[in-house]
């Protein structure tokens, strides 16, 4: 079983729609990172939580340390949001390395 | 664009070779991240250097390696390559060493083939 799953793997929205994107994982960790990653292959980090809730725009990140859940929600959706988003964990104690889900392709029809 | 810059964007090679991946972090970051991302595994970190020293290691090959230089420019070096180590390789970089200011910011990516 992967430490990190998210849900769903594909999601198809149309414009202007509320998303929402899962992540749970299995081990204790110091931070979780959301991270978006273009159809071109740049990836640009959203959020770093370790408690909480933040919010940037249209986009929201929830974590729930003691159900081990974090969610993503995009408000609004746009055609520019279709994305890959990856949910990553750094686990209690390291220094440095992620660990990754295998993320969740979002595609917004206009 | 996020300051951290990697090169080649693309590197087409044949097996067995060896090849040497580069990234200049952001201006003021101490850490240098190494990350692959193939088809069927996602994304794996490999290895992390804080001010010319290695901090964590991942999944990273014997095949594989890496340095961080004086001036924090890191390469990661491949040998010995095989058409499975076809992928994206990502750079990130970040101010400290992982738990205090740990944003990462990530290069544009080397995609490597190897035929």
């Known amino acids: 079983k992967n430490e990190v799953e998210q849900s769903p793997q594909n999601l198809t929205a149309q414009e202007g729609e509320f998303i929402t994107i899962n992540c749970s994982y299995s081990v204790g960790i110091s931070a979780l990172h959301w991270l978006q990653q273009h159809p071109g292959g740049g990836i640009v980090s959203l959020f770093m939580?370790?408690?909480g809730k933040k919010k940037h725009g249209r986009l929201i990140a929830t974590i729930n340390i003691q159900e081990k859940h974090s969610s993503l929600h995009i408000t609004a959706s746009h055609p520019r949001d279709s994305a890959v988003y990856i949910c990553?964990?750094?686990?209690?104690?390291?220094?440095?390395?992620?660990?990754f889900g295998k993320g969740t392709k979002l595609s917004v029809k206009p | 664009d996020s300051g951290v810059t990697q090169t080649p964007k693309h590197l087409i090679t044949a097996t067995g070779q060896r090849v040497t991946l580069r990234c200049s972090p952001r201006?003021?970051?101490?850490?240098v991240y190494w990350y692959q991302q193939s088809l069927d595994q996602g994304l794996q970190f490999l290895i992390q250097y804080y001010n010319g020293e290695e901090r964590a290691k991942g999944n990273i090959l014997e095949r594989f390696s890496a340095q961080q230089f004086p001036d924090l420019h890191s390469e990661l070096n491949l040998s010995s390559l095989e058409l499975g180590d076809s992928a994206l390789y990502f750079c990130a970089s970040s101010v400290g060493p992982g738990l205090a200011k740990n944003i990462q910011y990530f290069g544009a990516g080397t995609r490597l083939s190897v035929l």
């Open positions: 201006s003021g970051d101490l850490s």
């Open positions: 939580l370790s408690s």
């Open positions: 990553a964990v750094r686990r209690g104690g390291s220094q440095g390395n992620l660990i």
